[in-house]
């Protein structure tokens, strides 16, 4: 192979580089982040098991969607026995009122942009 | 005791700002209503329900009061209909047209000098055989089984504005703009909607389902519309209907449009 020495070392400078993000973080301690989100201090206990709202609360947003507006059924039935009214500005967002610190936090970790609120408003949006 | 005009001040200045102050200390510690309390939300226990919901309009209580916005300042509240103050953008649920547009067919050259220039509330009709519903490829509009009400999903309009052109009434408006900035107060138990999406009146759908008669007939001050089933003999509309010549708005298109004019 010619010119082995420079073809070896600028591979490995390309390999620093392009692996830069993942050493930056572990070097900042980043590498085991995980968002921190404020949960509300007045209730115990999410309309579900906290494991299945966590991964799949959109569904259950998507089908509360659904079944308000198309169906006319605004009466949820936990699975614990309790009953909420399917709403996401006056179920979800009245005991978690602080969108930044809870929503966000995740989604903007995750990259994800939800086009909820564009509609549906957050408490914060009210004080003038 | 003797009081000088120094004094005399300082006492004056000392009560004034006890007397401003009482209500503030109240305010703080909680101990007076002077904050409003929260009204608390209408349950969903008692919905109103109907087989054929339909509204009557009396044309000669609504004209007597001349200038009145009632019912649209109320309607446009509930519901965060923005104000983008130019028609070119206009958005509107319910709204006052000249007798002789509202009523094309109606008019004539020696109409009642009363009615040809009245201002006519109109607003989506709920037709029976709606046009609108017939045109949207997404079903983002559709007529409600159970009461006729026709709906909108928001979350499923693609603003292809099919529908728009369809309304013969122009009960639709179009999202232009992003219609946030330009809403008054925003009333945060209903949603707003986002740019390219078609609006317009709902019946109510949100108030029945507490309980809760539309917002523009509650808001009537002169009792003019009223509201009720019409499948239902004993209905106050059907009453209505019953005992008074009504007319609706081009009803020779076979819309057979549910909105019942007195005039």
Same mark, same amino acid.
């Given at each position: 192979?010619?010119?082995?020495?420079?073809?070896?070392?600028?591979?490995?400078?390309?390999?620093?580089?392009?692996?830069?993000?993942?050493?930056?973080?572990?070097?900042?301690?980043?590498?085991?982040?995980?968002?921190?989100?404020?949960?509300?201090?007045?209730?115990?206990?999410?309309?579900?098991?906290?494991?299945?709202? *966590?991964?799949?609360? $959109?569904? !259950?947003? @998507? +089908?509360?969607?659904?079944?308000?507006?198309?169906?006319?059924?605004?009466?949820?039935?936990?699975?614990?026995? *309790?009953?909420?009214? $399917?709403? !996401?500005? @006056? +179920?979800?967002?009245?005991?978690?009122?602080?969108?930044?610190?809870?929503?966000?936090?995740?989604?903007?970790?995750?990259?994800?942009?939800?086009?909820?609120?564009?509609?549906?408003?957050?408490?914060?949006?009210?004080?003038? | 005791?003797?009081?000088?005009?120094?004094?005399?001040?300082?006492?004056?200045?000392?009560?004034?700002?006890?007397?401003?102050?009482?209500?503030?200390?109240?305010?703080?510690?909680?101990?007076?209503?002077?904050?409003?309390?929260?009204?608390?939300?209408?349950?969903?226990?008692?919905?109103?329900?109907?087989?054929?919901?339909?509204?009557?309009?009396?044309?000669?209580?609504?004209?007597?009061?001349?200038?009145?916005?009632?019912?649209?300042?109320?309607?446009?509240?509930?519901?965060?209909?923005?104000?983008?103050?130019?028609?070119?953008?206009?958005?509107?649920?319910?709204?006052?047209?000249?007798?002789?547009?509202?009523?094309?067919?109606?008019?004539?050259?020696?109409?009642?000098?009363?009615?040809?220039?009245?201002?006519?509330?109109?607003?989506?009709?709920?037709?029976?055989?709606?046009?609108?519903?017939?045109?949207?490829?997404?079903?983002?509009?559709?007529?409600?089984?159970?009461?006729?009400?026709?709906?909108?999903?928001?979350?499923?309009?693609?603003?292809?504005?099919?529908?728009?052109?369809?309304?013969?009434?122009?009960?639709?408006?179009?999202?232009?703009?992003?219609?946030?900035?330009?809403?008054?107060?925003?009333?945060?138990?209903?949603?707003?909607?986002?740019?390219?999406?078609?609006?317009?009146?709902?019946?109510?759908?949100?108030?029945?389902?507490?309980?809760?008669?539309?917002?523009?007939?509650?808001?009537?001050?002169?009792?003019?519309?009223?509201?009720?089933?019409?499948?239902?003999?004993?209905?106050?509309?059907?009453?209505?209907?019953?005992?008074?010549?009504?007319?609706?708005?081009?009803?020779?298109?076979?819309?057979?449009?549910?909105?019942?004019?007195?005039?």
């Amino acid at each position: 192979m010619y010119d082995a020495g420079k073809i070896i070392i600028g591979l490995i400078v390309f390999l620093i580089i392009i692996t830069f993000p993942v050493w930056y973080n572990v070097a900042m301690g980043n590498a085991t982040y995980f968002p921190q989100l404020e949960y509300p201090a007045d209730a115990e206990q999410c309309v579900a098991d906290s494991a299945y709202i *966590r991964a799949s609360h $959109m569904d !259950l947003l @998507n +089908t509360w969607r659904d079944q308000v507006v198309r169906q006319g059924i605004r009466i949820y039935h936990a699975p614990d026995g *309790r009953e909420f009214e $399917m709403s !996401l500005s @006056n +179920t979800c967002m009245k005991c978690h009122n602080n969108k930044e610190e809870f929503c966000d936090k995740c989604h903007n970790y995750l990259a994800v942009d939800p086009y909820c609120w564009d509609c549906h408003i957050e408490p914060k949006e009210l004080v003038p | 005791m003797k009081i000088d005009r120094r004094k005399f001040i300082k006492f004056t200045g000392l009560t004034t700002v006890g007397l401003a102050g009482t209500p503030i200390v109240r305010a703080l510690t909680g101990e007076d209503s002077l904050l409003t309390p929260a009204k608390p939300a209408p349950s969903l226990d008692n919905p109103l329900t109907a087989k054929r919901w339909a509204m009557v309009i009396d044309l000669r209580k609504c004209i007597s009061k001349e200038g009145c916005t009632a019912c649209i300042d109320a309607c446009h509240l509930t519901h965060n209909v923005p104000d983008f103050g130019n028609p070119k953008d206009e958005v509107k649920w319910i709204w006052k047209e000249s007798f002789e547009h509202a009523f094309q067919e109606q008019e004539h050259e020696y109409i009642d000098e009363k009615l040809k220039n009245a201002p006519t509330l109109v607003f989506c009709n709920h037709c029976d055989n709606p046009p609108c519903v017939r045109v949207c490829p997404t079903q983002a509009t559709w007529k409600r089984e159970k009461d006729g009400v026709v709906m909108m999903d928001w979350h499923r309009c693609i603003g292809c504005r099919y529908c728009v052109v369809a309304c013969p009434y122009g009960s639709r408006s179009f999202n232009w703009r992003n219609p946030r900035p330009f809403i008054k107060k925003l009333q945060p138990d209903f949603p707003t909607r986002s740019r390219g999406v078609v609006e317009k009146c709902t019946f109510c759908e949100e108030r029945l389902a507490r309980g809760l008669m539309p917002a523009c007939v509650e808001a009537c001050p002169e009792k003019a519309l009223v509201f009720g089933d019409l499948e239902n003999p004993e209905s106050e509309v059907r009453e209505l209907l019953k005992n008074n010549y009504t007319i609706r708005r081009k009803p020779a298109l076979g819309t057979q449009p549910e909105i019942y004019y007195i005039i």
